[in-house]
């Protein structure tokens, strides 16, 4: 009996103990060592840093880096960096934030180091006038991101199966069968007529955001919102005649109807399934991950019908909650610098947003082996300087969503296209008020 | 590790000083103590989070915003007319009935045919919960890919055979049913071995005097084994309705591509817990209203679970076997 209670206290003590242990497990932090710093660089896609990390571990032995994200798509990263932003903690020293995602993330700038702040003002003539601009808040005392890329759009194709169906194959001669979009969906009918098995085109939500986004870009400047950051989505033209557009591709039976994205898609990549696909600058470089090495020379890349355009583009931003922010800052200038953005576009594609770097000769003379040698530093670096961007307002990223999954219930027949239109104009107004 | 063991309770300290008041003092609070880590695990990660939520379902709060204006009801009145919120909850109920029934009938079967005397019978009773110990969103995924539209095998054994094509993402009640193969493949096996331990607890002298009385295999199935399984049978509908009400990671990985949170282009397979995370989270942001939606989540799981307590009591307590012998 006398044992008995003593095991009990030390029984006791140990519950206590554990207590204790799980409430500081809690609260433990990764305190700075004196070690080599780590930045941690949130990324999304491919931005194509592998190497230049190499090179600057390389030239700065202190520094260590680790990326997070590539090859995940935005609707996955986005959220999770809100949420570490929210936290206050979790989220990279170097984050990526899209062109379609900014303006949220500039409405609470408190959440980003000010790079104007530490040097940044210095860089502006390093950047597109527009990316550069892009990236401050709407007073202009704060710099949010340095620019990484924008995405000058051109169309990629298959040789292969534009050869089975009687097409021209070489690439000047396929950018003129579609001036136009008519001339697009015309040549996608022949296409189809000639039943090779596989679509004309991926998917009717990436044609139609590439058709808005061009339209917009040369005639109001925007797109779902105006630049009063009113919505528009019933009352801009260029969105109804974008609408009108892809309705006719669908009505003519060139999708494939694979959902852009999904494990479909890739699957409809690696296995030959459409022939075109909307092609902004750094989807060059989705393609290359998705059709894989067995696709490696099949593809090419013509212009895109209709007249240029922007869809795309990121800048990098250090979050305030970093803890290594001077090292950060540094890193960002590095990757952002002409020669992180020409050895960003030599490695994965993204097109360059700083105009000495579209001007190298490493850009202007660029081929592209995967895309048979297609000189792709012509095709999209080009028109980049003349690029005209088209504004994005608070709730885009919502209001785009609503508006391409009426697009998708059209493309699968869930609706036809005046329904489709209906609940575009219905949820996005729903959703910009949420 | 010292910090923590210096931290000793009160009633630690040399026992043999004065040992009565210690060990009056021990029986009364180490009890408390003894219990104390799960009310404070509970108290951090239960109870704050959740009064925590209600608090700022009472707030206009974007998750990136610096100020959260207090709005009252607001959210809730707003998530009342909002349709996509009523369109989530049927789509939950309905993902739920069609698997939890299904998903009941084939346990008690093959809890009926495991009770039997197999070969190798540990083996089968092993292999039926095998699915259980598998990844959610492993079997979310393959289930995703065997379910597609165009390269699905699904799609394929149906093109075999002769049939039409099933729009298994974009089609509602398809997506249901799909939905409900994933929740059933996992959880069937999980009930069947609840109800076989249940069913081995029937005593043999009541299937032997229901021989003698002349009940065949299936009569003795209906009139003896399900009446005494019926608290365990109402057992295993709770735990399917607290998990089916708050299905999540099988119809979100069904799902890929752009915006899978929202389960299919017209919502077809969203759920409750899915419609929270789009508010919530991308693209809304909107943290007051999807904390509005987890606390009418939690106020629907209440009533779903009295109602079942309700079937319980009355179910359960009239075919005891005790009563039964009564009558």
Redesign the interface.
Same mark, same amino acid.
């Given at each position: 009996m006398a044992v008995f209670p003593r095991r009990r206290h030390a029984a006791v003590a140990l519950a206590a103990a554990t207590a204790l242990l799980v409430t500081a497990g809690c609260g433990g932090g990764d305190e700075p060592g004196d070690g080599p710093v780590t930045l941690t660089v949130d990324v999304f896609g491919q931005f194509g840093y592998e190497q230049l990390y190499q090179e600057y571990m390389t030239a700065n032995p202190g520094v260590k880096i680790v990326e997070r994200g590539t090859g995940t798509n935005l609707d996955e990263y986005s959220p999770k960096l809100t949420q570490w932003l929210a936290a206050g903690r979790g989220a990279g020293d170097v984050v990526a934030i899209e062109e379609g995602l900014l303006v949220e993330y500039k409405a609470n700038p408190a959440n980003f180091v000010n790079l104007l702040d530490h040097g940044a003002a210095d860089l502006k003539g390093n950047f597109l006038e527009w990316k550069w601009n892009a990236g401050l808040t709407a007073d202009g005392k704060q710099l949010i991101g340095l620019g990484t890329d924008v995405g000058g759009i051109a169309m990629c194709y298959r040789k292969d199966l534009f050869q089975k169906a009687g097409l021209p194959t070489e690439r000047d001669a396929v950018s003129k069968l579609w001036p136009t979009w008519p001339d697009y969906i015309a040549t996608g009918e022949k296409f189809t007529a000639a039943k090779t098995g596989a679509s004309f085109l991926d998917g009717a939500t990436n044609t139609f955001n590439t058709i808005l986004l061009q339209t917009a870009g040369n005639s109001s400047g925007y797109s779902y919102y105006d630049t009063s950051e009113k919505l528009v989505v019933d009352s801009n033209p260029a969105v109804r005649q974008a609408y009108d557009t892809t309705m006719d591709i669908i009505d003519s039976g060139l999708s494939g109807k694979y959902g852009s994205w999904s494990e479909e898609w890739v699957s409809a990549f690696k296995q030959s399934k459409f022939a075109t696909i909307a092609c902004p600058a750094w989807m060059t470089g989705v393609i290359e991950a998705n059709a894989g090495t067995g696709a490696q020379g099949k593809w090419d890349i013509a212009q895109v019908p209709g007249n240029g355009g922007n869809w795309g583009g990121s800048h990098l931003a250090v979050p305030k909650q970093s803890k290594h922010q001077a090292e950060a800052i540094k890193l960002a200038k590095f990757l952002t610098s002409a020669k992180g953005q020409i050895g960003a576009f030599k490695a994965k594609g993204p097109l360059p947003s700083s105009p000495q770097a579209l001007d190298d000769p490493a850009i202007t003379g660029a081929t592209n082996a995967y895309f048979s040698g297609a000189p792709v530093g012509a095709i999209f670096g080009t028109g980049a300087k003349s690029l005209k961007p088209v504004y994005m307002g608070p709730k885009n990223q919502a209001v785009r969503t609503e508006v391409e999954n009426a697009v998708r219930t059209v493309e699968l027949g869930q609706r036809d296209p005046a329904q489709g239109w209906t609940d575009a104009v219905t949820n996005a107004k729903k959703a910009a008020a949420k | 590790m010292t910090v923590? !063991?210096d &931290?000793?309770?009160p009633?630690?300290p040399a026992?043999q000083r004065s040992?009565g008041r210690l060990?009056r003092l021990?029986t009364r609070l180490?009890p408390y103590?003894?219990i104390?880590?799960f009310f404070?695990?509970f108290g951090?990660f239960g109870a704050y989070p959740l009064a925590y939520t209600f608090w700022v379902s009472l707030h206009d709060w974007?998750? !990136?915003? &610096?100020d959260h204006p207090f709005v009252g009801a607001e959210n809730y009145t707003r998530l009342l007319a909002d349709a996509d919120f009523w369109h989530a909850l049927v789509n939950t109920l309905g993902i739920f009935v069609i698997s939890t029934v299904p998903q009941l009938l084939a346990a008690l079967w093959l809890a009926n045919l495991l009770n039997r005397g197999l070969r190798a019978r540990t083996g089968w009773r092993m292999a039926i919960l095998v699915p259980n110990v598998t990844s959610t969103a492993a079997v979310a995924?393959v289930f995703?890919?065997l379910f597609?539209?165009?390269?699905g095998m699904i799609n394929w054994v149906l093109d075999l055979v002769g049939l039409d094509a099933i729009?298994w993402k974009?089609n509602r009640f398809a997506s249901w049913v799909a939905i409900s193969a994933m929740v059933d493949w996992r959880w069937t096996g999980y009930n069947a071995l609840i109800l076989l331990a249940a069913m081995q607890a029937i005593p043999r002298d009541l299937y032997e005097a229901a021989a003698i009385d002349g009940a065949n295999r299936a009569r003795q199935f209906w009139s003896v084994t399900v009446p005494l399984l019926k608290p365990t049978i109402i057992f295993c509908a709770i735990i399917a309705t607290i998990g089916g009400l708050q299905l999540f990671t099988e119809p979100r990985m069904f799902?890929?591509?752009?915006?899978?949170?929202?389960g299919g282009?017209?919502r077809e397979s969203q759920t409750l817990t899915m419609y929270m995370f789009e508010?919530a989270?991308?693209?809304?942001?909107?943290?007051g209203?999807g904390s509005a939606v987890a606390w009418l989540l939690f106020a629907l799981i209440a009533i779903v679970a009295a109602v079942n307590v309700l079937l319980l009591r009355r179910l359960g307590g009239v075919d005891r076997p005790q009563k039964g012998a009564a009558r």
């Open positions: - | 923590q !063991l &931290a000793r309770p009633v630690a026992p040992p060990s021990d180490s103590l003894y104390a880590p404070l695990i951090i974007d998750l !990136l915003g &610096a995924i995703g890919v597609g539209r165009e390269f729009q974009s799902h890929s591509g752009t915006n899978p949170i929202r282009p017209l508010n989270f991308a693209p809304h942001y909107n943290f209203y």
